[in-house]
């Protein structure tokens, strides 16, 4: 895959800078040559062009790396109000039965990830970082253990109501999870809306989650693993898009293997560049602004899943190395493989070179798809 990353960059500056050591180097000789002569037009045109290399370089540079007030996003590349980037972005497992859609304000999510509960329902973890002014979030359920180990590697405070004690009892306890559990902060983090039935009325807003931050002393700045954990995907900005190799195949329409209640679906706009989200066999859409659901990349990630119990609760390895999966994005999809060492770090996302897949600008679609059904998959 030929992706446009900061080596790339590097190179290209380099080949701007040789460029002008050549230019230079013409006017130099063309100078010496004429034996003291006059500067002659020629000259004049060459030095004109060595300085508007070097201007156009300057400021490309700075149109790169000043916009005041602004820095990268860290889920999306996307530039963002500095103070939003410094505070912690929350996790919220929002609610994907069908009689609780649709969810609200999950379109502000910069990445969501998506995998089987029981009964192969599927539950959607949002993560948003710019969430202190929305006022309806939701509808929130229950926590899975697997989801708190994905939440954790955005170094964000984890949104939830209640979940399997037996299973996420222990995850939940641990120093360096930071959760707000609705069955102990209904009515002050969470509230319930008149329109739906319990348990899908369930929903945070930002006020409520600054009340419950308080409330637990959490750190709304990032925490010290924070260091390891930014950067967590590498990005190209929205001018140098991604490029791929002769392996990529077209990807116009996406459906990822066994979600068998909700089936999904991505399709590709290719006047956008990006891929709508439809489920239950319509467009998914999101509450808060009736508009459908939609994201620049997507990623496969297959994963050892199985049930635990009679309840099929589930089990995903969030821990593995080189599984597989696929990495979407522009109409075209390539093959990866997928690492992650130690639970509270970054997944990591690899080409068939062994090279670190890099992202287009903007928002992120993580299926996690079980291992017994990703021939399920399809892309065409």
């Known amino acids: 895959m030929k992706c446009i990353d900061k080596k790339t960059e590097r190179e290209d500056t380099s080949v701007k800078k040789l460029k002008v050591a050549a230019l230079l180097f013409l006017a130099t000789a063309t100078v010496l040559s004429g034996c003291g002569k006059k500067e002659s037009t020629e000259d004049n045109t060459i030095q004109e062009e060595v300085q ?24 999306t590349n996307e530039w963002v109000d ?7 972005p929350i996790a919220v497992m929002f609610n994907n039965i069908q009689v609780a859609c649709p969810q609200t304000s999950i379109s502000k999510a910069g990445v969501i990830y998506e995998c089987n509960v029981e009964g192969n329902l599927t539950r959607l973890m949002g993560i948003i970082e710019d969430w202190k002014d929305l006022e309806k979030i939701g509808s929130v359920r229950s926590c899975r253990d697997y989801y708190v180990y994905w939440a954790m590697e955005w170094d ?15 995850v939940l306890s641990r120093d360096d999870v930071d959760n707000l559990d609705g069955t102990i902060l209904d009515g002050t983090v969470y509230y319930r809306s008149s329109d739906r039935k319990a348990p899908h009325n369930a929903y945070a807003s930002g006020a409520g989650i600054l009340k419950g931050v308080e409330k637990y002393e959490y750190s709304m700045e990032h925490t010290d693993r924070y260091e390891q954990l930014k950067n967590h995907y590498q990005f190209t900005t929205k001018d140098k898009k991604v490029e791929f190799g002769d392996s990529a195949v077209a990807a116009n329409k996406v459906t990822p293997g066994g979600y068998e209640v909700n089936k999904p679906w991505f399709e590709y706009n290719e006047e956008d560049g990006l891929y709508y989200r439809f489920q239950y066999g319509s467009k998914h859409i999101d509450d808060l602004d009736g508009e459908q659901l939609a ?33 979407i994005t522009e109409g075209k999809a390539i093959e990866i493989t997928w690492n992650k060492y130690v639970d509270w770090d970054k997944t990591r996302y690899f080409d068939k070179d062994g090279n670190e897949i890099v992202l287009n600008e903007g928002k992120t679609w993580v299926c996690i798809v079980r291992e017994d059904a990703k021939e399920k998959t399809v892309i065409e």
């Open 295 to 327: 994201v620049k990349n997507i990623i496969i990630q297959n994963t050892i899943g199985e049930s635990r119990d009679a309840h099929d609760y589930k089990l995903f390895h969030v821990v593995d190395e080189n599984k597989t999966g696929y990495y």
């Open 82 to 88: 500095e103070e939003v980037a410094k505070n912690r």
């Open 156 to 170: 964000s405070i984890y949104c939830h109501f209640g979940g399997p004690e037996l299973y996420v009892k222990e």
């Open 52 to 75: 508007a290399t070097e201007e156009a370089e300057v400021t490309e540079a700075a149109e790169e790396e000043n916009v005041e007030g602004k820095v990268r996003s860290n889920l």
